[in-house]
C-alpha cells in the first residue's frame, strides 16, 4: 500500500471515529497519573475504532497509543502513532477544541499524519515531502515577525514542577510577541501554526502522540521544530520540550528565551 493510500485510510478512520467524539453524552473522566491526567470511555472507544480500521487494512500494522498501554516496537516497518482524543479535558469540559491524531511511521521515520477537528470539520493532513494541507486545500506557515504574531502554548499540565519555567517562558513570549494562545491540544496548535495563524507554538513537554502527525504537517507547511535548545525532536518514546514555528520567530524567540 502507498503512502498516499495510508493517509487515505487515516483520514476515513478518524472521520467514522470523529461520528463518537461528536455525539458524546454524560461524559465521565477517570484520572489516570493525576487530576489533569484523564480519560474517558471515548478516548478508548476512538482508540480501538481506528486500530480495528487500520489493522483491517494492514494485519502487519504496529501501533504506538496513547491509551490501554499500547506501546508496539517504534522500528516497525508499519507503525501507526495514536492519540486518539488530544485535548481530553477539554472533551470533558465541553470546551470544543480537541482532535483526533494519528501518524504512518516506518523504521523511525514519520511518513504520513493526519489531525481531524470535528467540531470545524477541519482535516490537516501531510505526506513526507508533499507539502501540508487543511481539507485539501495547502496551507503554509506566515511570515509575520515575532511583535506581531499569536504565539500558541502549553503548560505541561502534567508537570506542575515546571510551573514556574512555564510561565516565565509565556511571560517573555508575551513581551516578545503579540499575544498568548493556550487552547489544551498540542496537536491542534502544531496545525495553527502550519496553517498561518499563529508564529510558533512551544511547551516543556510532550508526548510522541501528541506531536508526531503535528510536527510533520507543520514541517511540511515549512516550520522549523525542534525541541527548545533547537535539538532535532526525538522519536523513541521520550517526553521533549518542543519549539515549532516560521523560521523568522522560531530564532526569535529561541533568543528571547536565552536572556
Known amino acids: 500500500m502507498s503512502t498516499a493510500e495510508i493517509l487515505s485510510l487515516i483520514r476515513c ?19 489516570k497519573t493525576g487530576k489533569r491526567d484523564v480519560v474517558t470511555e471515548y478516548d478508548r472507544r476512538v482508540q480501538e475504532l481506528l486500530m480495528r480500521r487500520l489493522k483491517e487494512a494492514l494485519p502487519e500494522a504496529a501501533f504506538f497509543c496513547e491509551e490501554n498501554m499500547q506501546r508496539d516496537e517504534l522500528a516497525a516497518e508499519t507503525l501507526f502513532i495514536i492519540d486518539p482524543i488530544d485535548g481530553t479535558m477539554n472533551f470533558v469540559h465541553g470546551f470544543h477544541h480537541s482532535c483526533i491524531s494519528v501518524a504512518y511511521m516506518s523504521r523511525g521515520t514519520v511518513l504520513a499524519g493526519a489531525v481531524y477537528n470535528p467540531y470545524l470539520d477541519e482535516m490537516f493532513t501531510a505526506e513526507r515531502g508533499g507539502g501540508a494541507f487543511l481539507n485539501g486545500k495547502a496551507i503554509h506557515v506566515t511570515d509575520t515577525p515575532l511583535a506581531d504574531s499569536l504565539i500558541c502554548c502549553g503548560t505541561s499540565p502534567y ?6 519555567q512555564s510561565f516565565d517562558l ?12 493556550r487552547e489544551g491540544a498540542a496537536a491542534l496548535d502544531l496545525c495553527t501554526v502550519a ?9 516543556l513537554q510532550v508526548s510522541l502522540w501528541d506531536f508526531a502527525a503535528g ?10 521544530c525542534s525541541t527548545l535548545d533547537g ?22 524567540l529561541l533568543r528571547v528565551f536565552g536572556e
Not at 508537570?159 to 514556574?164: F, L, T, Y
Open 13 to 31: 478512520a478518524e472521520r467514522e471515529a470523529a461520528e463518537l467524539m461528536l455525539h458524546a453524552r454524560s461524559i465521565l473522566a477517570e484520572t
Open 159 to 164: 508537570s506542575p514542577e515546571r510551573a514556574d
Open 170 to 181: 509565556m511571560k517573555k513570549a508575551f513581551l516578545a510577541g503579540l499575544d498568548l494562545r
Open 195 to 203: 496553517a498561518g495563524r499563529a508564529g510558533a507554538y512551544f511547551e
Open 215 to 224: 510536527v510533520l504537517i507543520a514541517e511540511e507547511a515549512g516550520a522549523v
Open 231 to 252: 535539538s532535532p525532536l526525538p522519536y523513541d518514546g521520550s517526553r521533549p520540550t518542543i519549539l515549532a514555528g516560521s523560521r523568522q520567530v522560531v530564532s526569535a
